[in-house]
């Protein structure tokens, strides 16, 4: 049963700490999403992308924020540094382009900056 | 810039009635949409997916239908169960050379009552 997997599954830090959280995507999937989900703002797209090269990030706040997928099994999403206002539920998910387009998604990582 | 709406926020409703979930988008320009559910402090699991030149998906008791033209979308379950307690998100696909970015909706909260 092909899933996404996410780590860490909840991650409580101060403010100021790093923050990486990681995703493994479906196996032949080509495309990898990060969203972020809060009680104001729901469900936001920050950054995805395809064969490991970055399509668009113009959801992320730049200066704190990057992702990067250091190969085809591995997407990471780094906070530097971690604020209040990043506590939210981070979620990944992966799709193969072009062949029916469903988002799988992860069981998220649950991130609380104190 | 596309915009979903979910109404009502939250139902109940009585096991064995059918259940209906309305969907409205800004943008018509949509490659696909896609209804997900998600249980409290769970991941997203995705139930249907209508491509733009379809008018509706079926699975089992659930039946999706899209109107471009309108901008809208209905997920209707047949017969529901306390089991279809969930909350429902609708997510609109951009264009499949944006890669398929999903602008959701803020979701319905459902209860089915026994």
């Known amino acids: 049963d092909a899933r996404v997997t996410q780590t860490p599954r909840d991650k409580v830090t101060e403010m100021g700490q790093e923050v990486t959280m990681r995703c493994q995507p479906i196996l032949g999937h080509n495309t990898v999403f990060w969203y972020r989900q809060t009680m104001m703002q729901g469900l936001e797209l920050l950054a995805y992308f395809r064969n490991r090269a970055p399509l668009d990030d113009s959801g992320m706040p730049k200066d704190r924020f990057s992702a990067e997928m250091p190969d085809a099994t591995l997407a990471t999403l780094k906070i530097q540094p971690s604020e209040p206002r990043d506590s939210a539920v981070y979620f990944c998910a992966s799709a193969i382009q072009g062949a029916g387009d469903t988002q799988y998604f992860g069981p998220g990582t649950r991130l609380t900056v104190l | 810039k596309q915009e979903v709406t979910q109404i009502p926020a939250a139902l109940s409703v009585p096991e064995g009635e059918n259940l209906v979930l309305n969907c409205s988008f800004t943008d018509s320009a949509i490659y696909n949409l896609q209804w997900f559910r998600q249980d409290p402090g769970k991941g997203l699991t995705s139930l249907l997916l209508i491509q733009s030149s379809q008018r509706e998906q079926t699975s089992g008791r659930l039946n999706a239908s899209l109107d471009k033209s309108s901008g809208r979308s209905t997920l209707y379950i047949a017969a529901s169960q306390p089991g279809d307690s969930a909350t429902y998100l609708c997510?609109?696909?951009?264009?499949?050379?944006?890669?398929?970015?999903?602008?959701f909706g803020g979701g319905t909260r459902v209860l089915v009552k026994p």
């Open positions: 997510a609109v696909g951009s264009s499949k050379a944006a890669g398929n970015k999903l602008t």
